[in-house]
């Protein structure tokens, strides 16, 4: 789709990827740039109109949906990160990370698709992982809820693509953002990252592996367990 002149609803649009979606949509021509966010007097930056949305509140949704009824571009970036691990973490964090990464986007996504599919058709966004793929135990909520978010792009695109709208799934490890300063890591620019991944909107790309990280680990998919997690073969006993 063509970026210049569409409308755009970003989730999560206050500060990170977020907020560099927002801005590079804006260099890029946007008619207009709705940066949603559950506080939307933390959206700070200039030319865009701040939205409330807390995607995990139905309500919620529903009235953003309905102020952003002119909207061709979904990009659904609205995130979490408990930390928790599967065995010992709260549950309550490891059904958040679910309720924000899985049902929150599907939420945004049918809220928002009939209303693409209304205004002419377009496209949706969907930010994932690099753990969509692989899973390390210390961040099992997370990368579960991820890998439910990529069956999901997966599934809506086949159902969207008969009514004018593509569906494009970013796979990115780590960025430069608050989520990920506790990491000690090569990092990303989520600058680049937002650039790279609006590129591959206007292409119509199905998936955009954003960087070498994402790359690596979905050619070793087909390799086997064993390969992606070499660890086990020295915490086997």
Known sequence: MDIKNSVVVVT???????????????????AKVYAAARKPEAVDLPGVVPLALDITDPASVAAAAAIASDATLL???????????????????????METHYFGTLRATRAFAPIIAANGGGAILNVL??????HPAAAGAYGGAKAAAWAQT?????????????????????????????IDAPKSSPAAIASA???????????????????????????GVDVQYPQLATARV
């Not at 999560?12 to 946007?30: I, K, S, T, Y």
């Not at 609006?198 to 960087?211: G, K």
Request: proline share 1%; glycine share 8%.
């Open 12 to 30: 999560g649009a206050n500060r990170g990827l977020g907020r560099q979606f927002a801005a590079a949509l804006l260099e890029r021509g946007a």
């Open 75 to 97: 990009i659904n970036n609205a995130g979490s990160s408990t930390r928790a691990t599967l065995l010992d973490g709260d549950f309550d964090d490891i059904r958040l990370e």
């Open 129 to 134: 992982s690099v753990l969509s793929w692989t």
């Open 154 to 182: 997966d599934a809506v695109r086949l159902e969207l693509a008969p009514k004018g709208i593509d569906v494009t799934a970013l796979h990115v490890g780590y960025m430069d953002t608050d989520m990920a300063a506790h």
């Open 197 to 223: 991944a609006l590129d591959a909107v206007e292409a119509r790309a199905y998936e955009i592996l954003a960087d070498d990280l994402s790359k690596h680990v979905k050619a070793t998919l087909s390799a």
